[in-house]
């Protein structure tokens, strides 16, 4: 059963950016997709980006579209999240997940992941 682990979340002053890591316990596999959420106090989860392991797609919430861009390193089995231009509604948890497969259209629904980090804390600040 693979693991994630979160990493590098902060504090950031509006306009800045973070790049987050998830690294994985164990080898992920072409078919596998990872994908990163996110949740704000009092919100419910919400979907930023996903992407195939093998880099044949990626798609990006309405939130993160020309600021943030997902990418891995398949020898550290750690897929990325770099962050630009934050916002102060970008404060959140973040939450890495991956799934087994890639369903067309649907990679955006959380019930698509069957294992989850347990999620790091991003604090944009004005």
């Known amino acids: 059963q693979v693991q994630l682990a979160e990493s590098g979340g902060g504090l950031v002053q509006v306009g800045g950016s973070l790049r987050l890591s998830c690294a994985a316990s164990?080898?992920?596999?072409?078919?596998?997709?990872l994908a990163w959420f996110r949740q704000a106090p009092g919100q419910e989860r919400e979907f930023v980006v996903t992407t195939r392991w093998n880099g044949a797609s990626t798609n990006y919430g309405d939130s993160a579209k020309g600021r943030f861009s997902i990418s891995r390193d398949r020898a550290k089995n750690t897929v990325y999240l770099q962050m630009n231009n934050l916002k102060s509604e970008d404060t959140a948890v973040y939450y890495c997940?991956?799934?087994?497969?890639?369903?067309?259209?649907?990679?955006?629904?959380?019930?698509?992941?069957?294992?989850w980090g347990q999620g790091i804390q991003v604090t944009v600040s004005s």
């Open positions: 164990a080898r992920i596999s072409n078919d596998y997709v």
């Open positions: 997940a991956v799934g087994p497969r890639w369903v067309v259209g649907q990679m955006y629904l959380e019930r698509h992941y069957d294992h």
